[in-house]
């Protein structure tokens, strides 16, 4: 096998891995701010205990999600070390960015959130939690802000690269490389914000799912009742609400995408041939035939929602030249999966919350069954939402620009109908890995990988579950109770404990 | 500041972040290298773990940003250096995912099996990354082989030399008595008493290999003390690293571990200071071919960018050393054990 399918495999391998990580420590982030912020305010002791046992399950993903993480800043230098030189200049401001504004702030104040809970008082430990959740964001900005100038370069230009003052030569031609010309265009560039938001939310559906996963679980086995029952109206309420929004940022960055990357949103629809555009729910795409297969779909529905006329002409596949196409079936797939599993999440969010309205959720056992196993499909939606967006980049690994005619309708092409890249602008996957690493080598790390990431992978589920089944540790009378009661008796310890402590007035 | 003064800081805040990683993770590594010989009971074991548990995170993002840092400044020599070194970047990548999950997996199970597997785990990621560490500088001290756009051309053997094993176990001895020092302030009772004799087989260890590396230098790479006419205050680091290497046992006899700990830090400053000073103006020395090396006037991004850069260093960094410092207050004194342990 070749070095650069490997590398791509590698990458693939261990970027799925890793991104199971960071949205749950994003998701439940948000969780443990909340959960510590209402018990400042309220001092109920049920937040503590939720938060504390929260943050046992956080400290555990946000271990492997730094074990993995490293792996990717490396990857980038060892595999792609042509892209590396590329985009170098550009990319490597935002990463260095991440480490000083991100990675210190989150590695740094986990130590007070997992280890200081005896250490410092509840209103540091609030502070050292949001810093952490913070951290966690910021990282999460400056690497989407790197991955989308990759897809939609802005704010520089390209330039040869001078070695002791004379240009490079790689066969007689120039080596190029990306400056940057503008830090604040290149850091808002057209999909930064789009994406970044996308991402987020992504972040809060794992999150959310995860703590309802949990919840449901201890409400069908009668454990923790009223522990779950907060933990699941509060993942109840973000996840609803996150799915909703969801939807308006799954449309717009669509829309986006047509704009910077139309080869990528045909390939996205199956869209082969220039015109009227169906909007297909299911459907396998087929290169040889240049249609979608067993395809159920709306006709004009894909200009309906991109121009607002059923009737427009959307471009398609047959504007680019095959060899700068991206593969349509994995991109089909993934992204229509990814969009599927976006319905379903209103769909099961907006029940359960109609069932909790009217009181009956609870009872409803059927559905508190689905929600124990739900949480692996926002997981599977966020790596399918990055398969699609790194696919569909393909054959790119740095997207140059196309160009549109004035009034917005079509391409502007070449004397063969086809998009003329300039190739000067971008970089293809199949240029940019390292010239000197050999097949076997990338493939014996990639098999190291493999090996190491399934042991971790059960490692981590075996674990979890062994936190899960032991439960959150309550004391006292709210343990096992129910309702309103429990909560007073909660309530009294509270402060009785308070009286007994006396002086130390932080907790309690 | 002209492109040059940039190219230069940028060399020099590299140094800051490789020396801020090697000090502070240096000790975590040798927790890990001291680790099955120390501690012998499982409590033991667990305050082992324990010691550096709420720090080895922030500290290995030393490396994290100086990767970041490397790639953002210089990204030729990011590119040469990380794919030229494929093999000893994976394994080292293995070594630090084993120490990170060993830490978190060993006492979540009761098992006498699985506690022992997470522990040998923990010493294997740890021991594996030092000896990688210094094979690295190593190679870096005596050069590599370079074709003209700075990729490099040997095989995995070629970095496998004499020279670099020999800064390899030099950076293991080095890491396992500043590690044993930490520990030393972390513990108390038959458990501290029981590091002393393992400090002063590390310190005695490292005295030896540090010697012969200081012998094989000045011998054999001509180049490493080069810069030493060009910057002739540069001797101030040799007599203070080798005050700081004398001060050690001195400090040790007198029963002053927190001083003896302070001067393994300063030894591992004044190191990495003298590497920064052999290589200049090399980040990637060509064995044979001084024009093919990798230089920070050669590596560097833009002008723009390592400006950039530069205000994003001024902006965070003190934000960061102010809140690290907190932390490590928070978590001063000896180890305690709580429900949220390792």
Same mark, same amino acid.
């Given at each position: 096998m070749d070095v650069v399918l490997l590398s791509r495999i590698q990458f693939a391998v261990s970027i799925g891995f890793h991104y199971i990580f960071p949205p749950l420590a994003i998701g439940l982030g948000v969780v443990l701010v909340w959960l510590e912020a209402g018990y400042l305010r309220t001092r109920d002791p049920i937040y503590e205990t939720a938060a504390r046992f929260w943050t046992k399950v956080f400290a555990l993903n946000f271990a492997i999600g730094v074990a993995t993480g490293i792996v990717m800043e490396f990857q980038f230098g060892t595999n792609w070390a042509t892209y590396s030189r590329f985009v170098g200049d550009v990319f490597g401001s935002a990463l260095a960015a991440e480490g000083i504004f991100a990675f210190f702030l989150e590695s740094g104040f986990l130590a007070i959130l997992v280890f200081g809970w005896d250490r410092v008082g509840p209103k540091m430990h609030f502070f050292a939690t949001l810093m952490v959740s913070l951290g966690s964001i910021f990282s999460s900005v400056w690497i989407v802000v790197?991955?989308?100038?990759?897809?939609?370069?802005?704010?520089?230009?390209?330039?040869?690269?001078?070695?002791?003052?004379?240009?490079?030569?790689?066969?007689?031609?120039?080596? @190029?490389?990306?400056?940057?010309?503008?830090?604040?265009?290149?850091?808002?560039?057209?999909?930064?914000?789009?994406?970044?938001?996308?991402?987020?939310?992504?972040?809060?559906?794992?999150?959310?799912?995860?703590?309802?996963?949990?919840?449901?679980?201890?409400?069908?086995?009668?454990?923790?009742?009223?522990?779950?029952?907060?933990?699941?109206?509060?993942?109840?309420? @973000?996840?609803?609400?996150?799915?909703?929004?969801?939807?308006?940022?799954?449309?717009?960055?669509?829309?986006?995408?047509?704009?910077?990357?139309?080869?990528?949103?045909?390939?996205?629809?199956?869209?082969?041939?220039?015109?009227?555009?169906?909007?297909?729910m299911f459907g396998v795409p087929d290169d040889a035939t240049q249609t979608v297969k067993y395809g159920v779909g709306v006709p004009g529905g894909l200009g309906l929602l991109l121009h607002g006329d059923a009737s427009a002409q959307v471009v398609g596949l047959d504007r680019f030249r095959p060899e700068d196409r991206p593969p349509v079936g994995i991109s089909f797939q993934s992204y229509h999966v990814m969009v599927g599993l976006g319905f379903s999440f209103i769909g099961l969010t907006l029940f359960a919350s109609f069932l909790r309205w009217r009181g009956t959720l609870y009872d409803t056992r059927w559905l508190l069954w689905l929600f124990v196993p739900a949480v692996l499909l926002p997981i599977v939606s966020n790596e399918l939402g990055w398969v699609a967006a790194e696919v569909g980049r393909q054959p790119w690994i740095v997207h140059p620009k196309v160009t549109w005619t004035a009034d917005g309708s079509d391409l502007v092409v070449g004397p063969a109908g086809h998009v003329v890249y300039d190739e000067r602008e971008g970089l293809r996957t199949l240029d940019a890995a390292s010239p000197n690493v050999t097949a076997s080598q990338v493939l014996g790390s990639l098999i190291g990988f493999g090996l190491i990431y399934l042991a971790l992978g059960a490692v981590w589920v075996f674990i979890l579950d062994k936190k899960i089944k032991h439960g959150p540790d309550e004391e006292g009378p709210s343990a096992e109770g129910t309702g309103e009661g429990a909560l007073e008796a909660a309530g009294l310890r509270a402060v009785h404990e308070g009286r007994l402590t006396g002086g130390d007035g932080t907790r309690g | 500041m002209s492109y040059e003064a940039l190219c230069v800081t940028w060399f020099v805040l590299e140094g800051v972040?490789?020396?801020?990683?090697?000090?502070?993770?240096?000790?975590?590594?040798?927790?890990?290298?001291?680790?099955?010989? $120390?501690?012998?009971?499982?409590?033991?074991?667990?305050?082992?773990?324990?010691?550096?548990?709420?720090?080895?995170?922030?500290?290995?993002?030393?490396?994290?940003?100086?990767?970041?840092?490397?790639?953002?400044?210089?990204?030729?020599?990011?590119?040469?250096?990380?794919?030229?070194?494929?093999?000893?970047?994976?394994?080292?990548?293995?070594?630090?995912?084993?120490?990170?999950?060993?830490?978190?997996?060993?006492?979540?199970?009761?098992?006498?099996?699985?506690?022992?597997?997470?522990?040998?785990?923990?010493?294997?990621?740890?021991?594996?990354?030092?000896?990688?560490?210094?094979?690295?500088?190593?190679?870096?001290?005596?050069?590599?082989?370079?074709?003209?756009?700075?990729?490099?051309?040997?095989?995995?053997?070629?970095?496998?030399?004499?020279?670099?094993?020999?800064?390899?176990?030099?950076?293991?001895?080095?890491?396992?008595?500043?590690?044993?020092?930490?520990?030393?302030?972390?513990?108390?009772?038959?458990?501290?008493?029981?590091?002393?004799?393992?400090?002063?087989?590390?310190?005695?260890?490292?005295? $030896?290999?540090?010697?012969?590396?200081?012998?094989?230098?000045?011998?054999?790479?001509?180049?490493?003390?080069?810069?030493?006419?060009?910057?002739?205050?540069?001797? $101030?680091?040799? $007599?203070?690293?080798?005050?700081?290497?004398?001060?050690?046992?001195?400090?040790?006899?007198?029963?002053?571990?927190?001083?003896?700990?302070?001067?393994?830090?300063?030894?591992?400053?004044?190191?990495?200071?003298?590497?920064?000073?052999?290589?200049?103006p090399n980040l990637v020395t060509a064995a044979g071919d001084p024009l093919r090396s990798v230089t920070i006037f050669n590596a560097a991004s833009s002008p723009k960018t390592l400006g950039i850069m530069l205000i994003i260093a001024a902006v965070g960094m003190p934000f960061v050393l102010t809140y690290s410092g907190v932390i490590y207050w928070t978590f001063r004194g000896k180890v305690k054990l709580g429900e949220h342990s390792y």
């Open positions: 790197a991955n989308s100038w990759q897809q939609t370069p802005a704010g520089h230009h390209v330039v040869p690269v001078l070695r002791n003052g004379v240009p490079l030569l790689k066969d007689g031609v120039p080596v @190029l490389r990306a400056e940057i010309v503008d830090f604040w265009a290149l850091v808002f560039n057209p999909s930064t914000v789009h994406r970044l938001v996308h991402v987020w939310i992504g972040a809060f559906l794992v999150g959310a799912f995860f703590v309802m996963s949990i919840a449901a679980w201890y409400l069908l086995k009668g454990r923790h009742r009223e522990f779950a029952r907060r933990s699941f109206d509060g993942g109840l309420a @973000l996840a609803t609400v996150s799915a909703l929004a969801m939807l308006v940022s799954g449309h717009r960055q669509a829309d986006n995408v047509y704009r910077h990357q139309p080869a990528k949103l045909a390939a996205f629809e199956g869209h082969y041939r220039t015109g009227k555009a169906t909007l297909n | 972040l490789l020396t801020g990683y090697a000090l502070l993770d240096g000790f975590d590594l040798g927790v890990g290298i001291l680790h099955p010989f $120390v501690p012998r009971t499982d409590l033991e074991r667990r305050i082992s773990m324990n010691s550096i548990g709420p720090l080895w995170d922030g500290n290995e993002v030393w490396l994290v940003t100086f990767g970041g840092a490397l790639f953002a400044a210089f990204p030729e020599a990011y590119a040469s250096v990380f794919s030229g070194f494929y093999t000893a970047f994976m394994l080292l990548l293995i070594a630090l995912i084993s120490r990170a999950v060993s830490m978190e997996f060993r006492s979540k199970m009761e098992s006498a099996a699985w506690r022992r597997f997470w522990d040998w785990a923990f010493f294997g990621g740890s021991f594996t990354a030092s000896l990688l560490f210094g094979v690295a500088v190593g190679n870096a001290m005596i050069g590599v082989a370079l074709d003209d756009a700075g990729n490099f051309t040997g095989g995995v053997l070629n970095q496998l030399g004499p020279y670099p094993l020999l800064v390899g176990v030099m950076t293991v001895s080095l890491f396992a008595m500043h590690g044993g020092l930490f520990l030393y302030l972390k513990t108390d009772g038959e458990f501290q008493q029981r590091l002393r004799e393992w400090m002063w087989r590390s310190w005695g260890l490292f005295m $030896v290999t540090f010697m012969l590396t200081t012998i094989a230098t000045v011998a054999f790479i001509p180049r490493a003390t080069e810069n030493f006419r060009r910057f002739p205050w540069a001797v $101030v680091v040799v $007599v203070g690293t080798v005050l700081a290497v004398a001060n050690i046992p001195r400090c040790l006899y007198r029963d002053r571990p927190g001083l003896a700990f302070l001067s393994s830090g300063g030894v591992i400053a004044g190191l990495v200071a003298l590497f920064g000073l052999a290589l200049y």
